[in-house]
């Protein structure tokens, strides 16, 4: 059977390269498991469709539909004001400013893609004019927007917590560490690279100015800075299920885009709706058949075998957490983040138990590695993204990306691998 599990995955792989679309990738492994192995399509089906009535993935499109709301009715440029008055005049601010508010929007919509919708057409052209390479600003807001996939509530967490049988709450909280420390990270890389660039700074305001327009821009902010206080505080204060949270973050954006910031009308709305329906409907059909596939290679045992084939190699738990991160910063390259959870998660996790690992740390291991991966070729949907919005040559990215990704990223990535407290203090903190 492990012969059939690695062509059905070879098959995947193959597919993926020639650049068809991924759930007919998985639906093709899915097959060659179904007509050569012992699983049959009719009960996978069953079984697959009756997993995606579970009300935890009802979240999805919520969070989802969020995001998109906010990326058009003014939320996500109010935050952006409010956070520049404070720092944008210091050399190399802007740039905090787009990892620091592309954080906030992560932690109100769940999703790695919103941060550069959102941030990317109102703040590319702006750093271009205060001296920034457009491509680094573009580099830099697509890899802060991957924070989205880190800072609770997170997408890409509530499957893991799904697919694992992990408390999702718990999920939550093992990302928010390492995404606080990356965000840390890509400011002091910024503010580095940040004194070679030819910049230009407005002039200091008086202190009395200061303040002045900082209440201005903090009462503007206000309602838009409560709505992660209530998802969050909703959440982590036992209050809300995160599918109740998403439903609430969607039902409190509406007011808001209309009556305060009124950047949302009915028009925008419906296409709004429109959009978020054909990104959700794209990522459920994956969801449906990655799952099915990740299921019969837990039914036929694939997962047990694997650990005691890599057993065989080397049982040095350093050895193996390092490839273990190698394997899944491959994945996040060519799959995206909730397809490589779904996919891996299921046959990785009891390798890791049996390497002491819990499920919490590895969450986090998993988080990081997948959201990496979103930047990174060739997959690299939210740099494809980037690269669309900031109107640059994909190739122009890579330098920067590449940058930050070696001095942001990567050492988060061990960090989270050998030092557990790193994603297992706050879920403590919570009682997990």
Do not use: H
Not at 144 to 172: E, R
Not at 405 to 427: H, K, N, T
């Amino acid at each position: 059977m492990v012969e059939i599990a690695i062509l059905a995955f070879g098959v995947l792989v193959l597919l993926l390269t020639l650049g068809v679309p991924l759930p007919f990738c998985f639906g093709a492994g899915l097959i060659v498991m179904t007509v050569i192995g012992e699983a049959t399509m009719r009960g996978m089906m069953l079984w697959g469709f009756s997993q995606l009535t579970n009300p935890v993935l009802l979240a999805i499109p919520l969070f989802v539909f969020a995001g998109t709301i906010m990326s058009v009715s003014g939320i996500a440029a109010s935050l952006l004001q409010f956070v520049n008055v404070f720092i944008g005049r210091v050399r190399g601010g802007l740039g905090v400013v787009a990892s620091v508010s592309c954080a906030i929007i992560g932690a109100i919509s769940g999703s790695g893609l919103t941060g550069i919708a959102a941030i990317g057409p109102l703040l590319i052209p702006e750093m271009e004019r205060k001296g920034y390479p457009r491509a680094y600003a573009t580099a830099l807001i697509a890899n802060s927007s991957v924070l989205g996939l880190l800072i609770p509530p997170s997408v890409t967490m509530i499957v893991y917590g799904w697919v694992t049988d992990t408390s999702i709450l718990a999920s939550f909280l093992a990302t928010l560490g390492p995404g606080l420390l990356i965000m840390l990270n890509f400011c002091i890389v910024n503010l580095f690279m940040a004194r070679k660039f030819p910049l230009v700074l407005d002039e200091p305001l008086e202190f009395s100015e200061l303040l002045k327009q900082g209440g201005k821009k903090t009462i503007n902010a206000i309602p838009a800075l409560l709505m992660p206080v209530i998802i969050l505080g909703g959440i982590y204060g036992g209050i809300m299920t995160p599918t109740e949270a998403a439903a609430v973050a969607v039902i409190y954006a509406l007011p808001v885009g209309f009556m305060i910031y009124k950047g949302l009308t009915f028009k925008i709305l419906l296409e709004s709706g429109k959009e978020s329906a054909s990104a959700i409907g794209a990522i459920l059909i994956m969801v449906l058949f990655s799952l099915m596939l990740s299921q019969i290679y837990v039914m036929e045992d694939i997962p047990q075998m694997m650990v005691d084939k890599i057993f065989e190699i080397t049982d040095d738990k350093v050895l193996l957490l390092i490839l273990t991160n190698l394997f899944l910063f491959g994945i996040g390259m060519i799959v995206n983040d909730i397809t490589a959870i779904i996919l891996t998660a299921p046959l990785l996790l009891p390798l890791m138990s049996a390497l002491g690992v819990s499920p919490i740390q590895f969450a986090a291991i998993m988080g990081v590695n997948t959201a990496m991966g979103g930047v990174t070729p060739p997959y690299a949907s939210i740099l494809y993204l980037g690269a669309r919005i900031g109107k640059v040559k994909f190739t122009e990215l890579i330098k920067p990306a590449m940058t930050l990704i070696l001095f942001g990223y990567i050492p988060v990535v061990v960090l989270v691998s050998v030092w557990p407290d790193l994603s297992e203090f706050i879920p403590r903190m919570f009682g997990y």
